[in-house]
């Protein structure tokens, strides 16, 4: 592969790379110095008929669907291998692209191995069902794959986030068309070219990167189009779900977050600060199911923010690539500046910086989009600061009297992602998870998830589910076979 500075990330369709039909390329930008580290096409609506033309030839044409699930299965199996061990290089990218710190990058691959692993093993599961029906008659389903399905992905896990959804695509025997976010292009097109080098057959796996406003909604559009898969923001999912609606796709959507964390007297709470530090810091924030809302008990309210200050407070800041950095800078200044919008908010409506709220200004920093990690406290509940995602290292924290008023809080705002609760007490703990309106739960645990599990939102946090052993199944459809068997009819 080639190497990560200095290279260039075209659009790949059909199993080949070209800079697109209006060979318009765009720089790529390195976060932690807002410097260019490589360029990237930029796909426009003629691209993206391409790829879908592409994917649904390849779907036809090849033996990808047809063929007995193991045989895809080992192709994913062997695309897993690749992607281990050329694991540095791709966690290396990542970093550059997008700010986060090497050791995450390097668990988001490990992360992409697993989840391709686990989907491998998936591909010859889709069994269907035999149905008794009345008389000489034969009634049974089959699983069978939807044709092209399309794939739309954000920039902050770039590669994770598109490979979530397109390995059971691939295991249920799709062709897939993926649309990495305009910032993040560069693994995506890397990780298709290692495909090829597994026997992924061209055609069934594309890349086309460009505007989401302009390719994302041509993909989406395109009569050849057989389900969406969108993660990003609710905006953008909520104007992709009025398009699917008007073609009627098939749809799942993964939009943002604004997790609550509830922190009961009776935790253990060095490990629960520790934890809340590591879920809304790690990836600077940038994270759907951040650990954004910090609902604390009354009694221990004052104690316990001293230590999650001093969590944010110890993190080391620097670019990805640097040696020990513990958090790295925002995507982008727009993303820089929106998050300090929302700090300001949070004053003007009454609340007040418990440390952090200011760019990182030291040497070495100056240059980048890096923001502070910042807790604010006794922001009021309708501030947007509280209401709204930030996708950014900010969080909120208030205090609670009882169980309910933390379960109101929890539930106040209009995404229900992932919730938290840290207690000792195996009451609390089960009644307030089963209260908390939201797709998961973690108790005494910071977010955390696993290929196998289910990964789901409701609310505005999104509709269908993403993880999981039926994930594979979302990805296909259900056809009922009825066979008259014309056997005589028995006497009464
Ligand atoms: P975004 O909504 O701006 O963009 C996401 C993708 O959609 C990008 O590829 C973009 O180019 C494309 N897009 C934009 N407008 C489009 C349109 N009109 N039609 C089709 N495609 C379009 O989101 P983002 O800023 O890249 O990512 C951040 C958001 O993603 C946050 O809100 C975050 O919570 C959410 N997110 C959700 C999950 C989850 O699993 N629930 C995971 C990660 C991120």
Redesign the pocket.
């Known amino acids: 592969m080639s190497a990560p500075a200095d290279a260039t990330y075209d659009l790949f369709i059909g199993g080949e790379e070209s800079p697109g039909a209006a060979g318009e390329r765009r720089p790529v930008i390195d976060p932690a110095t807002n410097r260019e580290f490589a360029r990237a096409a930029v796909g426009s609506v003629d691209d993206a008929r391409a790829a879908m033309e592409s994917a649904e030839r390849a779907f036809r044409e090849t033996n990808w669907a047809e063929d007995d699930g193991a045989r895809r299965g080992r192709t994913l199996f062997r695309l897993a291998a690749l992607l281990e061990a050329d694991a540095e290089t791709f966690a290396r990218i990542e970093t550059l692209n997008m700010g986060k710190p090497l050791r995450e990058s390097r668990a988001d691959v490990g992360y992409v191995v697993r989840t391709l692993e686990y989907f491998a093993g998936l591909a010859d599961k889709t069994e269907g069902e035999t149905i008794p029906v009345p008389g000489p008659r034969f009634d049974y389903t089959v699983r069978e794959p939807l044709g092209v399905t399309v794939h739309?992905?954000?920039?902050?896990?770039p590669l994770l986030?598109a490979v979530r959804s397109v390995a059971p695509a691939l295991a249920a025997g799709n062709a897939v068309v993926l649309?990495?976010?305009?910032?993040t292009p560069a693994t995506a097109v890397a990780f298709a070219r290692l495909a090829t080098s597994a026997g992924v057959p061209p055609g069934i796996l594309n890349v086309v990167s460009g505007?989401?406003?302009r390719v994302?909604?041509a993909?989406?559009e395109d009569p050849r189009c057989r389900s969406v898969t969108?993660?990003?923001?609710?905006?953008?999912?909520e104007?992709?779900a009025a398009?699917a609606a008007r073609h009627l796709r098939p749809l799942t959507l993964?939009?943002?977050?604004k997790g609550p964390v509830l922190v009961f007297p009776d935790a253990d709470l060095d490990r629960a600060a520790r934890a809340i530090g590591y879920g809304i810091f790690q990836n600077a924030g940038?994270?759907?199911?951040a650990a954004s809302r910090l609902y604390v008990h009354e009694s221990i309210r004052e104690p316990f923010l001293e230590r999650v200050r001093a969590v944010a407070e110890a993190l080391r800041l620097g670019p990805g690539l640097a040696d020990g950095v513990e958090m790295g800078p925002l995507v982008s200044p727009e993303q820089l500046d929106r998050a300090l919008g929302f700090v300001a908010d949070a004053r003007s409506d009454g609340g007040k910086v418990l440390t952090g709220g200011v760019r990182a200004t030291d040497a070495g920093l100056a240059s980048g989009n890096f923001l502070r990690p910042t807790v604010l406290v006794d922001v009021p509940e309708h501030s947007r600061a509280v209401a709204e995602?930030i996708?950014g290292p900010v969080l909120a924290a208030a205090g609670f009297r009882d169980a309910d008023e933390a379960v109101r809080l929890a539930n106040s705002t209009r995404y229900g992602?992932l919730g938290a609760v840290w207690t000792r007490d195996l009451s609390t703990a089960h009644t307030v998870a089963r209260r908390l309106d939201s797709g998961m739960v973690v108790v005494n645990e910071a977010p955390i998830t696993y290929p196998q599990s289910p990964?789901a939102?409701t609310k505005s946090?999104?509709l269908g589910f993403?993880q999981g052993r039926d994930a594979v199944r979302t990805y296909t459809r259900r056809k009922n076979v009825l066979v008259n068997l014309g056997a005589p009819k028995r006497k009464a």
Do not use: D, H
Request: glycine fraction near 18%; proline fraction near 7%.
């Open positions: 739309i992905a954000p920039w902050n896990y986030l649309k990495p976010a305009s910032l505007p989401g406003a994302g909604e993909l989406v969108f993660t990003g923001s609710v905006e953008v999912g104007r992709i398009l993964e939009l943002g977050g940038q994270m759907c199911w995602e996708f992602l990964f939102g946090s999104g993403e």
